[in-house]
T-cell receptor, first 112, second 107 residues
Framework: KAGVTQTPRYLIKTRGQQVTLSCSPI?????VSWYQQTPGQGLQFLFE???????NKGNFPGRFSGRQFSNSRSEMNVSTLELGDSALYLC???????????FGPGTRLTVL | KNEVEQSPQNLTAQEGEFITINCSYS?????LHWLQQHPGGGIVSLFM???GKKKHGRLIATINIQEKHSSLHITASHPRDSAVYIC?????????FGAGTRLTVKP
């Protein structure tokens, strides 16, 4: 079974631009969560989706948004990028919420 | 104060040593996770616990719900165990993470 895939793996953007990151969960997994990891703040929860519905959202500004499609694939979008958005963005999938999560390799975003 | 506290922050051990990493939390949880992150960023889920003890190979994880404390033990440590170990908890509306413990095992 293929693992969680994330695209792109690396991304360089400039301040003010927007970015869309994609996550394909393990086949059969209907829950997808997104996390941000920075050296200063560590890992922080962004969103959780299950069956195309956002169940929870972390303490991030409205510039951060996401969605989940009927095939469970998920995207997250960051608009009006700031330097502080530079981070590793990780996606994880599970069969259902609150079960064991399987992490993707992450997308490393650099904002210049 | 972070709601999920890990100790120690850094740990250096000799190959073969028994290692313990601790995690304390102050929020209500439905489960606790131990994660392993190698250089380069990939995260692997080691354990998910809601009570008692789990064992997988040389790794053992325990949780005491009343004391809000969990431990991760590594027996007969090996240089390939060198990584960052992260404690995470399923809080009611999100997942919260400890700052991680950087483990280095020297041959």
């Amino acid at each position: 079974k293929a693992g969680v895939t994330q695209t792109p793996r690396y991304l360089i953007k400039t301040r003010g631009q927007q970015v869309t990151l994609s996550c394909s969960p393990i086949s059969g997994h209907r829950s997808v969560s997104w996390y941000q990891q920075t050296p200063g703040q560590g890992l922080q929860f962004l969103f959780e989706y299950f069956s195309e519905t956002q169940r929870n959202k972390g303490n991030f500004p409205g510039r951060f948004s996401g969605r989940q499609f009927s095939n469970s694939r998920s995207e997250m979008n960051v608009s009006t990028l700031e330097l502080g958005d530079s981070a590793l963005y990780l996606c994880a999938s599970s069969l259902e919420p609150h079960l064991e999560q399987f992490f993707g390799p992450g997308t490393r975003l650099t904002v210049l | 104060k972070n709601e999920v506290e890990q100790s120690p922050q850094n740990l250096t051990a000799q190959e073969g040593e028994f290692i313990t990493i601790n995690c304390s939390y102050s929020v209500g949880i439905s489960a606790l996770h131990w994660l392993q992150q190698h250089p380069g960023g990939g995260i692997v889920s080691l354990f998910m616990l809601s009570s008692g003890k789990k064992k997988h190979g040389r790794l053992i994880a325990t949780i005491n719900i009343q004391e809000k404390h969990s431990s991760l033990h590594i027996t007969a440590s090996h240089p390939r165990d060198s990584a960052v170990y992260i404690c995470a908890v399923n809080a009611p509306n999100d997942m919260r993470f400890g700052a991680g413990t950087r483990l280095t095992v020297k041959p």
